[in-house]
């Protein structure tokens, strides 16, 4: 089966009653974890951006913390799972801003990790990325809020 353009979709939707609406969105929810977690910040949390933020932080921070340490390649494979999530998080929210403020916690929390693990080449790479795209989300903000990001960014850069 062959899905139809959104287009399609959201001219259908106009024509279904609020009830069968918010059915179809229960389907969906049910259907998938991530259907539910976007519902779930559509619902919740797009009005407190900053509490979305504080939540995902807290979620990295214990992954940073769970991290295996016993080889190279599992601080990698672990690294890249975490990277995963935050670009998921992000993906629901669309803010440049939110973009910006996880990407450059991500490289901070990557900057904090064992001196030893950051000579790997793949590690380094990794932070250079995330740190360009954080770069690429400040573009697109208001100046004064590009001024305090490109502080952080300097920080970093520095490192």
């Not at 918010?22 to 389907?27: D, G, N, P, S």
């Not at 259907?31 to 932080?57: C, G, H, P, V, W």
């Not at 490289?107 to 740190?131: R, W």
């Amino acid at each position: 089966m062959k899905p139809v353009t959104v287009s399609i979709l959201k001219k259908e939707l106009k024509e279904h009653t609020q009830e069968e609406l918010i059915e179809l969105c229960l389907l969906l929810a049910k259907f998938k974890k991530e259907n539910k977690e976007l519902l779930t910040y559509a619902l919740f949390d797009s009005n407190d951006e900053d509490q979305y933020m504080r939540t995902i932080k807290a979620e990295v921070n214990t992954s940073f913390s769970n991290l295996n340490h016993s080889s190279l390649h599992f601080i990698k494979k672990g690294l890249r799972k975490i990277l995963r999530i935050i670009k998921k998080y992000i993906r629901y929210s669309k803010n440049k801003e939110t973009e910006a403020h996880l990407l450059l916690y991500f490289c901070t929390k990557l900057e904090e990790l064992n001196p030893k693990h950051k000579k790997s080449q793949q590690i380094i790479n990794m932070y250079v990325q995330q740190l360009t795209m954080a770069k690429k989300a400040i573009s697109m903000l208001h100046e004064d809020l590009q001024y305090d990001f490109n502080l952080e960014v300097e920080k970093l850069d520095k490192k």
